[in-house]
């Protein structure tokens, strides 16, 4: 765990460092964070907070090039469900994993927002509610 989220700093900062050196070429990132929340039924679709760039910060022109995410389940469970929506939910990616990247998205507008999509398989109340926590994406874009 530990070492995951060193990685995972490293990362961010890799990144930050490429978009700062990468503005006047046109590519940047934009980063959100999101509050945890509690998976309490199955069935049930629970959504984290839209995940966006800050006003103003993408230019219009810019499209998505690739979605880093992140996301913390507890318990661990592989039954849980999990799935990286744009703004619209128009599309959305299955996600098999608790921190990744996809290209799912590359090409739509920038600066949209998303969301992660949480369920369980099952009927009714979990005996056992899965705390979400450590929601983050980090959208790669370039300009046309």
């Known amino acids: 765990m530990a070492r995951t989220q060193c990685l995972w700093r490293l990362g961010m900062l890799a990144g930050a460092l ?34 966006a760039s800050g006003p103003s910060s993408v ?11 992140r996301y913390h389940a507890r318990p661990s469970t592989t039954a849980l469900k999990v799935e990286l929506c744009s703004a619209s939910r128009v599309r959305c990616e299955r996600l098999k994993q608790e921190a990744g990247k996809t290209k799912a998205f590359e090409g739509e507008r920038a600066a949209q927002a998303f969301q992660l999509r949480f369920s369980m398989p099952g009927n009714g109340r979990l005996r056992r509610d899965v705390h979400i926590d450590d929601i983050q994406v980090i959208v790669n874009y370039r300009r046309r």
């Not at 940047?28 to 309490?40: F, H, K, M, P």
């Not at 230019?59 to 998505?64: E, I, R, S, W």
Request: charged letters at 5%; hydrophobic letters at 40%.
């Open 18 to 51: 490429f978009c700062a050196s990468s503005v006047s070429a046109g590519s940047g990132a934009w980063v959100a964070q999101s509050r945890g929340l509690n998976v309490t039924q199955s069935q049930w679709h629970f959504f984290s907070e839209a995940l």
């Open 59 to 69: 230019p219009g022109d810019a499209t998505v090039t690739s979605v880093h995410w």
